[in-house]
């Protein structure tokens, strides 16, 4: 059997899909970084996919180039986001979401 | 030099005002300051007018002229400018000159009064604006300056402010003297319509050259007549004249600058100034406006000689007999003897201010007392002020030969006879002349004569600064008639711009000896009368005056200055009053009323509106508010701060957004 | 391609992802997530993306992973409580997942196989980033520099 690109599109929806529950069901500010990670790197998996599966491949490579600009600047907001929570710890002296509730309206 | 002197013309009337403000700034105790920056002021302007006055002597019919723009208007242009002609620059040196021993007098006179820098800065800026009107080139500038010398007069007779009568007096000196203006002014709007130019001399295109007064034609009586109400008024004529005997209430040096050197003079310096446009189309010099002027002249002279014989305050007596001199120079301008008129203006500032403050002297010496009947005696107390007042006394009165008014007073009398139109003013002015001379051995007699009475009996020579200025303005008097003789007329050909020729002949005419007589009558007639005035009981005032004592009734009249002030209390001044009631009773009721009803309306209109407001349109933004606020609400529930919750909203919405997809197909 | 290889990878993948999304302790989820991308990695060797799998190796598992377990023994001391678990995100999670496979399959022009193409040099990716996307290249290094210095002064001990 030879994996076609709806395999491969159902397997990253799958790692999304996981990536949105870490992102929703922890209350801990580290498991939402976590899941926002993954959800990239499923969204990373489809460009690729999609890269090899195109008919006549482009020159430049459009889909591995949007892969690695994609990883860079989820790298980037990797070392935000941490930073912000260490920022929240420090200041709040928790990283529970639910307690984090500035924002409220 | 000549053409730097007329370029810095300017500076004859900026000096004395900038000295002026200067002393303003002083403090009031900086009394010798103040002093001396005025006293160089006006030696200044008296060196520039005699500077401005030598290169007049040099040709006939001398004229200068420095006119520049003032401002522009679309296309018009505004100019303002100095002339210098014989007239302005024999005006400059009297005006300068005799102002100059005023203030060196004043120094003595004022010298108790704790305004004195203030008395100092007002005197100088009369004299600059004086100095500025005599200059002037353009009727507009002439009149700002006149307006100035009239806001100085009312500084000065009001100066002693604390007494009502004085602010009274300033009162009446200024609304007076306004009643004239407004001819004036329209007189001057009427000229400026026609001929399109307020310049009096311009190259040949001045209002008062060929050109422009070939513009004016039939309305040159009328703009002449309006511009004589200005001069009335300034010049004291009937029936403007009432404010210039109250004008006693200043201090005595003012009431000498304003009788004369500045204020009344400026009158008959207007009239000679625009003499062109009086003249304008007479025959053998007759015009109706003219006319007029003659017989405003002759009533004023005489009536005012009438009232000075029965007034009891020395210095009233001298305020009407320049009413009643100012007439005869209105005659003389109004018969065509404009030279004459103006050497009279000239010797008359030199003796009435000799005679003014030499009445300021005999009132110093008597502490301050006005009533001629309660002196008495002061020839030997104070005998410089005697022999100074006596020189005057008969320049005034016109004694021959040695003294500058009687020459004057010839010319005039000479011009008045030959007037074409009537004789009458020729005779009338004869029986002025009489007058004259009566009224002022009345004084001499009473003041100098016979025993001290109730205020002469203390009473003690001036201090020195105050008896040299009338020395020199008592040579003056007299030297003056030097250059007035009819042998030598050499003002007069200077004046009418023609050479002079010397002739000793004319030296003895007719006039003379008409004039001789007259006047002969006139101080015989008063020592006659008052002989015995004099000899009165030391200890009492001599109530009784000899006239009143004949004439009761007649004395009564003329004491009180014929009700000419009670008349126009009853006339004018009812109706003004009369007039004030019933604008005050329209302000009040009616137009009051109609304000209110105004008011009214808008009030109602405002309510209707308030309410629409409030009901309408406030009430819909109420609830529109109101939704959003409440929506706000609402909205900000959702806002939990929860991340998950976002982002959980986030991903119902892509599902939802899928379905959609999906259904559509 | 390999069907095998396929299956393999993508149960070690979903299996180490669901076990980051979901262990208690949050050490072990940081280790599976290091593992769930070990498995994305493998994909993209799979698909012929080699630079692009080694990329996310030394990114994720090298700089994000190791990042992630500093942060965790940074706020060591509140990471022990149990929080418990949120259920209404698994519904959407797996709703979201339901959609998208569901449209996926409806999709008929996805089932395709993979054409046969000359490998992905690093030279090919090179030249393309130096020419073509030099520019977002320029960019991305002038974001990286900006989330350098910001997390920096963000997780900087502030001076009292």
Redesign the interface.
Known sequence: MTPTLQIFLIVSAALFSIGLLAALSRRHAIFILIGIEMMLAAANLNFIAFWRFAPKPHQPPVGVMLALFSIAISAAEAAVGLAMVIVAYRHYRTTNVDQLDQLKG | MNSGIITNLWLIPAVPCAASLAILSLSNARRKSAAVLAVIGQVFALGMSIFAFLPTLQTNSFRAVQNFTWFTFGDQALRLGFVLDPLAAAMLVMISLVGLCIFIFSIGYMAGDKNFVRFFAYLSFFSGAMLGLVLANSLLLLFIFWELVGLASYLLIGFWIERPSAAAAAKKAFITTRIGDMGFFLGMLWLYKRSGTLLFYDGGSGCLESAGLATLRASATFIALLIFCGAMGKSGQFPLHVWLPDAMEGPTPVSALIHAATMVAAGVFLVARVYPLFSLGGINGVTSSLTVVVWIGVTTALMAALIAIAQADIKRILAYSTVSQLGLMMVSLGVGGVAAGIMHLLAHGFFKALLFLGSGSVIHGCQGEHDIRKMGGLRRLMPVTFVTYAVGMMALSGVPFFFSGAWTKEEILRATEHWPRSHAPYFLMLAGVVLTALYMTRQIIYVFFGNSRVASERAHESPRVMTMPLIALAVCAIFFSVVLTPAWPWLHAYLRGEPAQFDVARLIQPMVFVSLVLVGAGIGLGIWVYRKAGAQDRQRSAEIDPLEYAQPALFRFLANKMWIDELYGRTVITFSWAAARLSDWMDRYFWDGLVRGFGAVGRVFAMLTTSVDEHGINAGVDETTAGTRGLGRLMSKAHSGQIQTYLAALAVGMLALLLLYAWLG | ?N?AA?IVI?IL??AA??A???LRK?MH??LS?AV??VG?AA??FL???E??GL??VF??IG??AV??V???L??RR??EKD????????I??????C????????TAS??????H??A?TVK??G???M???VW?LQC?GL??T???I???V??ME?KR
């Open positions: 391609m069907g396929f993508s993948t979903l992802a669901l980051a999304a979901t949050l989820a940081a997530f769930a991308f994305i994909f993209f698909l012929g993306a630079f692009v990329a996310l990114i994720y700089a994000v990042l992630i500093f942060t965790i940074l706020t509140d990471i929080r418990g678990f949120n259920w209404s995100g698994v959407i999670a797996v709703a979201v997942f959609g998208l496979t569901w449209a996926i399959l409806k996805l089932s395709i196989v993979a054409p193409i000359r992905l090919r990716i030249e393309a980033l020419t073509s996307y977002p991305i974001l990286l900006a989330a350098l910001g997390a920096l963000l997780a502030e």
